[in-house]
């Protein structure tokens, strides 16, 4: 039962442009959401995250939204990048218990020059 | 300050082989993860530790691995023996354990079992 779902492994996206990259989750009892980027040959690397208790957060150009009536959080790139071409993956973590994060499959972003 | 280190990053072994996997976390994080990242997937967690104790190993195949952390420092996953399944990329992760923490990786290590 995949409670993280990245139903798009796929993105492109061209250089400027805004990309959006999408999480859905089934467990109601996760209360801190993550989002990690990947390279080729390298671990994940943390980019930003949101508690539950908020609804948006902002770091320089990512925004994460999180809609909990949805349980749907998505990612916003403004503007993209040629190097934020990378996989993006959602983690959710419930602070209790396992307090191990659940990841999603993860969405390859490529932003064209 | 150095981030999470793991050695090797790449082995290469046949199959019913032993191997060992190399963590050391990124100084002063009591939790210590080890995830397994299969083809395509996202990252599972495989033992999580507090200081030296491992406080969930549910998931760990425990026929066939096992992992510890002495010193509640560095830590050491072996698989033993390894089967053609067990192809796959092994992540350290570090958390400074206080709350909704964020979790720093390392590269991991890439294992193909021939």
């Known amino acids: 039962d995949q409670q993280v779902k990245q139903n798009s492994p796929s993105l492109s996206v061209q250089e400027g442009r805004i990309s959006i990259l999408n999480c859905d989750y089934t467990n109601s009892m996760f209360d801190y959401f993550l989002w990690y980027k990947k390279y080729p040959a390298e671990g994940p690397t943390f980019l930003i995250s949101i508690s539950s208790i908020k609804d948006k957060n902002e770091d320089g150009r990512f925004t994460v939204f999180l809609n909990k009536s949805a349980k749907h959080l998505s990612l916003h790139i403004v503007p993209s990048q040629p190097g934020d071409s990378a996989v993006y993956f959602c983690a959710a973590l419930k602070d209790t218990g396992r307090r191990a994060l659940t990841f999603g499959s993860g969405t390859r972003l490529q932003v064209q020059p | 300050e150095a981030g999470v280190v793991q050695s090797p990053r790449y082995k290469i072994i046949e199959k019913k082989q032993p191997v060992a996997f190399w963590c050391n976390p990124i100084?002063?994080?009591?939790?210590l993860y080890w995830y397994l990242q299969n083809l395509g997937q996202g990252p599972e967690l495989l033992i999580r530790?507090?200081?030296?104790?491992?406080?969930?190993d549910s998931q760990l195949p425990k026929d066939r691995f096992s992992a510890e952390r002495l010193k509640g420092v560095d830590s050491t996953l072996k698989i033993q023996p390894a089967e053609l399944g067990d192809s796959a990329v092994y992540l350290c992760?570090?958390?400074?354990?206080?709350?909704?923490?964020?979790?720093?990786f390392g590269p991991g290590t890439r294992l193909l079992v021939l």
């Open positions: 530790y507090e200081n030296e104790e491992a406080v969930d």
């Open positions: 100084s002063g994080h009591n939790t």
């Open positions: 992760a570090s958390s400074s354990g206080q709350g909704k923490e964020t979790q720093y």
